[in-house]
């Protein structure tokens, strides 16, 4: 595509461009808030120039989402969408409603290289990164969607954010713009595999965000066999970048460890878990494995979230077992879209 993707443009860009086109200043600030706001054509900003929303859309195209498939859980509210990009490629977003207010979880990458075996994101492999406006889009129509301001963001979809690093900069710029979505970086929070250059150049970044790190085994054996990104970046490096990364950003880790019956929820596994996190300002979320067909993972029982979940509180790892949600409607990211591809666009059971 020739014309450029206008909702990736800060304030600052899309000034200088409409600048450079003969324009005022109040007519970028006034673009601006249309396309911040989630604007999907040129035609519904009203309060512009015909003239210059037709040079517009000759210049430029706005990436929206378009809802392909909605689910709405029975049991808690939650709603997880299959989004249509404009290439026809398809993303999943999650909306999430807790007692401070409702946090989205958006995709940054359609697929993902990670090939993480637990995950059904990037069982198929990666076709291509998401621009930042596609990012913003799942914010925005979240919002607008179910009529709630959502108030924190989870990067935590498909995809591997830092190997998307420098359009996920951008967004994160963007959606906390207070002429766009307005929210604050301490209110956004990013997960990795472990991609460790990613960790160092997000830390000199230093944006007050919360890292999230997907650790799920505290053996370098165990998580190289669930996680192909550890066979690059082993556990200590890993966590040297960590500990680099809250040297200079002062911010808490938190620590996202899958629970799977007989693999990673062994004694010997909370203990060494304990000593590998020790110095580190953390906090360990246990998660319930979620089952992909491609393996044969069980998740632990409530007993075993116990005893690991108390084992790491009594050895000084704060630790807490996350909050299932939208069960019912197979809410984690990766299941929906596969799904759908591989029924060929026909699967319509559970639909709202």
Same mark, same amino acid.
């Given at each position: $595509?020739? +014309? /450029?993707? !206008?909702?990736?443009?800060?304030?600052? #860009?899309?000034?200088?461009?409409?600048?450079?086109?003969?324009? /005022?200043?109040?007519?970028?600030?006034?673009?601006?808030?249309?396309?911040?706001?989630?604007?999907?054509?040129?035609?519904?900003?009203?309060?512009?120039?015909?003239?210059?929303?037709?040079?517009?859309?000759?210049?430029?195209?706005?990436? @929206?989402? %378009?809802?392909?498939?909605?689910?709405? *859980?029975?049991?808690?509210?939650?709603? %997880?969408?299959?989004?249509?990009?404009?290439?026809?490629?398809?993303?999943?977003?999650?909306?999430?409603?807790?007692?401070?207010?409702?946090?989205?979880?958006? *995709?940054?990458?359609?697929?993902?290289?990670?090939?993480?075996?637990?995950?059904?994101?990037? =069982?198929?492999?990666?076709?291509?990164?998401?621009?930042?406006?596609?990012?913003?889009?799942?914010?925005? +129509?979240?919002?607008?969607?179910?009529?709630?301001?959502?108030?924190?963001?989870?990067l935590m979809g498909m995809g591997e954010p830092l190997d998307n690093f420098d359009n996920v900069k951008k967004f994160l710029q963007l959606? *906390?713009? #207070?002429?766009?979505?307005?929210?604050?970086?301490?209110?956004?929070?990013?997960? @990795?595999?472990?991609?460790?250059?990613? !960790?160092?150049?997000?830390?000199?970044?230093?944006?007050?965000?919360?890292?999230?790190? *997907?650790?799920?085994?505290?053996?370098?054996?165990?998580?190289?066999? $669930?996680? +192909?990104? &550890?066979?690059?970046?082993?556990?200590?490096?890993?966590?040297?970048?960590?500990?680099?990364? =809250?040297?200079?950003?002062?911010?808490?880790?938190?620590?996202?460890?899958?629970?799977?019956?007989?693999?990673?929820?062994?004694?010997?596994?909370?203990?060494?878990?304990?000593? !590998?996190? +020790?110095?580190?300002?953390?906090?360990?979320?246990?998660?319930?494995?979620?089952?992909?067909?491609? &393996?044969?993972?069980? %998740?632990?029982?409530?007993?075993?979230?116990?005893?690991?979940?108390?084992?790491? &509180?009594?050895?000084? !790892? &704060?630790?807490?077992?996350?909050?299932?949600?939208?069960?019912?409607?197979?809410?984690?990211?990766?299941?929906?879209?596969? %799904?759908?591809?591989? /029924?060929?666009?026909?699967?319509?059971?559970?639909?709202?």
């Amino acid at each position: $595509m020739d +014309k /450029k993707d !206008i909702r990736s443009l800060s304030r600052a #860009e899309l000034e200088a461009e409409l600048l450079s086109l003969g324009e /005022k200043r109040f007519r970028a600030a006034q673009v601006y808030k249309w396309v911040a706001g989630g604007a999907e054509s040129f035609d519904e900003m009203t309060n512009i120039p015909k003239a210059l929303r037709d040079r517009l859309e000759e210049l430029y195209f706005i990436p @929206t989402v %378009k809802i392909v498939r909605k689910l709405v *859980s029975g049991i808690d509210e939650t709603v %997880k969408y299959l989004y249509e990009l404009y290439d026809g490629e398809h993303i999943e977003s999650v909306v999430m409603k807790y007692n401070h207010g409702y946090t989205v979880c958006i *995709s940054t990458q359609v697929g993902c290289r990670m090939g993480c075996s637990f995950c059904a994101s990037g =069982q198929n492999g990666l076709f291509r990164n998401l621009l930042p406006s596609e990012m913003l889009a799942q914010v925005v +129509k979240a919002g607008t969607d179910n009529g709630v301001r959502i108030s924190n963001v989870v990067l935590m979809g498909m995809g591997e954010p830092l190997d998307n690093f420098d359009n996920v900069k951008k967004f994160l710029q963007l959606v *906390s713009d #207070e002429e766009g979505p307005g929210i604050g970086y301490r209110h956004i929070s990013l997960s @990795t595999s472990g991609v460790v250059p990613g !960790i160092y150049k997000l830390g000199e970044l230093n944006y007050p965000i919360t890292l999230s790190i *997907s650790l799920h085994a505290p053996f370098d054996d165990i998580r190289s066999e $669930m996680m +192909k990104v &550890n066979r690059r970046w082993n556990i200590d490096e890993l966590l040297h970048a960590c500990r680099d990364y =809250q040297k200079i950003t002062g911010r808490r880790i938190s620590f996202e460890y899958a629970m799977i019956r007989g693999k990673n929820d062994t004694e010997a596994c909370a203990k060494r878990l304990a000593e !590998i996190l +020790k110095g580190i300002m953390c906090h360990v979320n246990l998660i319930p494995v979620n089952p992909v067909k491609e &393996n044969d993972y069980v %998740k632990s029982d409530g007993k075993a979230l116990k005893q690991f979940a108390d084992k790491l &509180n009594s050895l000084g !790892i &704060n630790t807490t077992v996350r909050r299932t949600l939208g069960s019912d409607i197979e809410a984690s990211c990766g299941q929906l879209r596969r %799904k759908f591809e591989n /029924k060929g666009g026909e699967e319509n059971e559970g639909l709202q």
